[in-house]
């Protein structure tokens, strides 16, 4: 869905009270939030919880919808603050710390083709994509899967979006890394036609 297509969605719900408008919105963002939520609480069915709280929070207060201008950096955050009143409340560390979140990255999913041609290349990034340590896996997974800006994922982790364009970086440097064992380029030198080393 484009941002159009999102602002619509939130005037209809705002205004008009549309359950189905607010249905698909929350199909669209569950599965980010919900990863995301893993990723802090650890636990499956505190994160269902927390991202179901705040979507009620948000029909709750649904009248106010049309003055959010970025709905997705909205639900990160609101959920990011759920998550961590969440652990508090466990008793564990108050801040969000992106070293300790492990979040699982999608894979790279290939059609036949692709499998027959380059399934251990696949498999060999989306490896690398799993080892990058967990804050540089958390940026990555923020901007590259789920398309937020590096401001908007500095904002979610309480980083500079400079230190966020470092992590995605590394990771494109670790993913290209691979590739570029794969494919190593010729030793020999390139020569034109015509004309003589």
């Known amino acids: 869905m484009n941002d159009k297509e999102i602002q619509a969605l939130q005037e209809q719900v705002a205004l008009s009270d549309d359950q189905q408008a607010f249905k698909t919105l929350f199909k669209h963002y569950y599965t980010t939030l919900f990863q995301f939520a893993v990723s802090i609480v650890k636990v499956r069915e505190s994160a269902e919880e927390i991202v179901e709280d705040v979507f009620i929070k948000v029909w709750d207060k649904r009248r106010n919808l049309t003055e959010i201008a970025n709905l997705?950096?909205?639900?990160?955050v609101a959920v990011k603050h759920h998550c961590l009143n969440h652990v508090t409340r466990r008793g564990n560390t108050t801040e969000l710390d992106p070293d300790q979140l492990d979040v699982v990255c999608a894979e790279l999913v290939p059609s036949p083709e692709d499998l027959l041609v380059a399934?251990?290349?696949l498999q060999r990034v989306n490896r690398s994509i799993h080892e990058l340590p967990p804050?540089?896996?958390i940026v990555y997974k923020l901007v590259k899967e789920n398309g937020l800006s590096y401001k908007e994922?500095?904002?979610i982790l309480n980083i500079s979006p400079r230190?966020?364009?470092?992590?995605i970086a590394a990771a494109i440097k670790k993913i290209a890394s691979v590739l570029d064992a794969d494919f190593p380029l010729p030793r020999k030198s390139f020569t034109l036609p015509g004309v003589k080393n």
């Open 135 to 137: 804050k540089c896996r």
């Open 163 to 167: 230190t966020v364009e470092n992590h």
């Open 119 to 121: 399934s251990e290349l």
């Open 72 to 76: 997705r950096l909205y639900l990160y």
């Open 153 to 155: 994922a500095g904002e």
